[in-house]
């Protein structure tokens, strides 16, 4: 645990160090933030966050470099000799590694979001300012069973719209009961306070026949729908300031509206727990790689384990865009790489010298 300590310490000030240089440029602008908020806003906000994603990675480190030594220093064959079994030197391995899992996994869920919040509202003010996701076009949600909007263009920078719809069924949901248009929309008050101009209604009358009511082009109304400007604007790291319970919320309200877009919050919702999942095979992993003595002692230990981290790495990261891209399902691209490793550090585990 000491170990993994200092390497979390050591790698946070060469994170801060790296990532100050990046943005020097933006802390320094006439208009850029007070050396307070860089300091309380976002450095202390940033090193949890960015040390959430590599902590495997650190117990990776940590393990080959406590197991290491003892390795160095013969410690297991003293102890293997003195009749200790192999698999018995595991324990206070898997015990720390339960420890690290638990505090990862519980900054994951609920720490980490919670101080993303400050992080983001930084980053979005200072530095990322113009990070918006969103369709601009051919818009449309289902607020309820009888209730949908269709938008076909819309503008961020001053809120407004073009060719509205609002569509109204009957209580099957399958017939049309009102059609409201406007050629112009614009949001007057955040959230979904708006104002229709260029007006016309089409209502259904006795069940067969069009009543069209039609308004002079200089006519508006302002009302309130269920059209939210937050379904359409969203910065590209909202989902960093959720907690896993409202990922859960936003995915379904998504999915309930019709709205789509929630694979990348979907695999993020999967990766919190499958992060904190690997650390327990990066453990069985570094300690059958390093309580081998070898020529080259620590130095290799740490080739081999870090090249292994790599390559897993990079399958999590080749798995979780099929994902994202909708060609495997979320849960299914997040955990294949824990899965396939899973298998490896088995086997390894059971070729180690023992």
Same mark, same amino acid.
């Given at each position: 645990?000491?170990?993994?300590?200092?390497?979390?310490?050591?790698?946070?000030?060469?994170?801060?160090?790296?990532?100050?240089?990046?943005?020097?440029?933006?802390?320094?602008?006439?208009?850029?933030?007070?050396?307070?908020?860089?300091?309380?806003?976002?450095?202390?906000?940033?090193?949890?966050?960015?040390?959430?994603?590599?902590?495997?990675?650190?117990?990776?480190?940590?393990?080959?470099?406590?197991?290491?030594?003892?390795?160095?220093?013969?410690?297991?064959?003293?102890?293997?000799?003195?009749?200790?079994?192999?698999?018995?030197?595991?324990?206070?391995?898997?015990?720390?590694?339960?420890?690290?899992?638990?505090?990862?996994?519980?900054?994951?869920?609920?720490?980490?979001?919670?101080?993303?919040?400050?992080?983001?509202?930084?980053?979005?003010?200072?530095?990322?300012?113009?990070?918006?996701?969103?369709?601009?076009?051919?818009?449309?949600?289902?607020?309820?069973?009888?209730?949908?909007?269709?938008?076909?263009?819309?503008?961020?920078?001053?809120?407004?719209?073009?060719?509205?719809?609002?569509?109204?069924?009957?209580?099957?949901?399958?017939?049309?009961?009102?059609? +409201?248009?406007?050629?112009?929309?614009?949001?007057?008050?955040?959230?979904?306070?708006?104002?229709?101009?260029?007006?016309?209604?089409?209502?259904?009358?006795?069940?067969?026949?069009?009543?069209?009511?039609?308004?002079?082009?200089?006519?508006?109304?302002?009302?309130?729908?269920?059209?939210?400007?937050?379904?359409?604007?969203?910065?590209?790291?909202?989902?960093?300031?959720?907690?896993?319970?409202?990922?859960?919320?936003?995915?379904?309200?998504?999915?309930?509206?019709?709205?789509?877009?929630?694979?990348?919050?979907?695999?993020?919702?999967?990766?919190?727990?499958?992060?904190?999942?690997?650390?327990?095979?990066?453990?069985?992993?570094?300690?059958?790689?390093?309580?081998?003595?070898?020529?080259?002692?620590?130095?290799?230990?740490?080739?081999?384990?870090?090249? +292994?981290?790599?390559?897993?790495?990079?399958?999590?990261?080749?798995?979780?865009?099929?994902?994202?891209?909708?060609?495997?399902?979320?849960?299914?691209?997040?955990?294949?790489?824990?899965?396939?490793?899973?298998?490896?550090?088995?086997?390894?585990?059971?070729?180690?010298?023992?």
């Amino acid at each position: 645990m000491g170990s993994f300590f200092f390497i979390v310490l050591l790698f946070s000030m060469l994170s801060v160090v790296v990532d100050s240089a990046e943005k020097i440029e933006d802390f320094l602008e006439e208009s850029g933030p007070t050396a307070g908020e860089v300091f309380f806003d976002y450095y202390l906000n940033f090193i949890p966050f960015i040390n959430s994603l590599i902590f495997p990675l650190y117990n990776l480190i940590a393990v080959i470099f406590f197991t290491s030594r003892l390795a160095a220093n013969s410690e297991f064959i003293a102890m293997i000799g003195n009749g200790v079994n192999h698999y018995r030197l595991l324990i206070p391995y898997l015990i720390g590694a339960t420890f690290i899992a638990s505090i990862h996994y519980y900054g994951n869920h609920y720490l980490i979001p919670q101080s993303n919040v400050t992080r983001t509202t930084f980053e979005n003010t200072y530095i990322w300012k113009h990070n918006f996701v969103g369709k601009s076009a051919h818009f449309h949600a289902a607020v309820s069973p009888t209730e949908e909007f269709y938008l076909q263009g819309f503008s961020r920078y001053d809120s407004s719209g073009s060719q509205f719809a609002w569509i109204q069924h009957d209580s099957t949901g399958m017939y049309r009961k009102s059609v +409201l248009t406007a050629s112009k929309i614009k949001l007057l008050k955040a959230p979904n306070r708006w104002r229709l101009s260029g007006i016309k209604k089409r209502t259904k009358v006795n069940g067969y026949r069009d009543a069209i009511d039609l308004k002079p082009p200089q006519t508006f109304i302002d009302t309130t729908i269920g059209l939210f400007i937050s379904d359409m604007i969203k910065r590209d790291n909202h989902k960093d300031n959720m907690t896993t319970e409202e990922l859960i919320e936003y995915i379904n309200k998504q999915k309930e509206r019709g709205l789509g877009g929630t694979l990348i919050f979907e695999v993020e919702r999967y990766r919190r727990t499958a992060d904190p999942f690997s650390i327990f095979i990066l453990t069985l992993i570094g300690f059958s790689i390093a309580s081998r003595k070898m020529r080259g002692g620590m130095a290799w230990h740490l080739v081999l384990g870090v090249l +292994l981290c790599a390559v897993y790495i990079f399958m999590a990261k080749f798995s979780t865009t099929f994902s994202i891209n909708g060609e495997l399902p979320p849960i299914v691209g997040v955990w294949v790489p824990n899965i396939i490793f899973s298998f490896i550090a088995l086997f390894i585990i059971f070729k180690a010298q023992k």
